[in-house]
């Protein structure tokens, strides 16, 4: 079943409020002694790719990265500064990334991919399921990219007009349907290889994305509870993703 094709009703999501600020500064402070991390899944030396969301780049998941090296991963950042490029050359660009990642390893990698790098994550699985052991999602909207809050539903809509009228590094409006894209979409859409360890996490508490749009039928689904920025940094993550990649 592609995940397109998978009936869901979407609750859109409001716009963050003080609550959820408060809940991202909990989980900022939940990971920020090193001394206090839990511990890390055994990575044995296999690569391990992170792509950071919409609007974000690699610094965001800076403490993950060092977290997955403690247990022996040897990770690749994605190279975006900011994550607004077109989703084809994107994703191109992350593919030679991995394929030297993996070269250099000998296995194939671990991609850990946040809300939009998540769906990059999923088109990379699709495409090369040579390269990609495991995907891990963290509050992605694969079901739907437009499943989002309209605080940033607006944010998209004014890179994509930039994007339209040149300028250089951001996704325009016709990448949603235009052909730039085809092939990154419809791989979206399509079910991933029965080889791969797909995990998905969510939030029903997510002010950003609609929790709905991150039910992959292709993944082992994950609830937790907190917000949309504050996964990667956040210990009931850290915990719940070692606990399931040490299986």
């Not at 990265?65 to 077109?86: E, H, P, Q, Y």
């Not at 994107?90 to 991919?113: H, Q, W």
């Not at 990609?132 to 809050?149: H, I, N, R, Y």
Request: net charge positive.
């Amino acid at each position: 079943m592609s995940a397109s094709a998978h009936a869901v009703t979407f609750t859109r999501p409001g716009s963050p409020n003080l609550g959820d600020a408060r809940r991202l500064i909990g989980e900022f402070r939940s990971t920020q002694d090193p001394s206090s991390w839990p511990d890390p899944p055994s990575g044995d030396g296999r690569p391990a790719l992170l792509v950071p969301g919409f609007l974000a780049g690699d610094p965001s998941l800076t403490r993950m990265a060092k977290w997955l090296r403690r247990g022996d991963w040897v990770t690749t950042r994605s190279g975006m500064r900011v994550n607004i490029d077109c989703m084809e050359p994107a994703i191109k660009s992350l593919e030679l990334r991995l394929e030297e990642a993996v070269e250099s390893a000998g296995r194939k990698a671990l991609v850990v991919g946040q809300s939009r790098g998540g769906t990059f994550g999923r088109v990379l699985a699709v495409r090369r399921p040579d390269l990609v052991e495991t995907l891990v999602t963290l509050g992605s909207p694969v079901l739907d990219q437009m499943a989002t809050s309209r605080s940033t539903r607006a944010a998209v809509t004014l890179v994509g007009l930039l994007g339209s009228i040149g300028v250089p590094g951001m996704f325009s409006s016709s990448c949603r349907n235009g052909a730039c894209c085809e092939e990154a979409r419809a791989q979206l859409a399509q079910p991933t290889g029965e080889d791969l360890r797909y995990i998905a996490f969510y939030s029903r508490t997510d002010p950003i994305v609609s929790w709905e749009a991150c039910l992959d039928p292709s993944a082992e689904l994950v609830e937790v509870t907190g917000t949309h920025s504050g996964m990667s940094v956040s210990r009931m993550v850290w915990t719940r993703l070692a606990r399931l990649l040490g299986r």
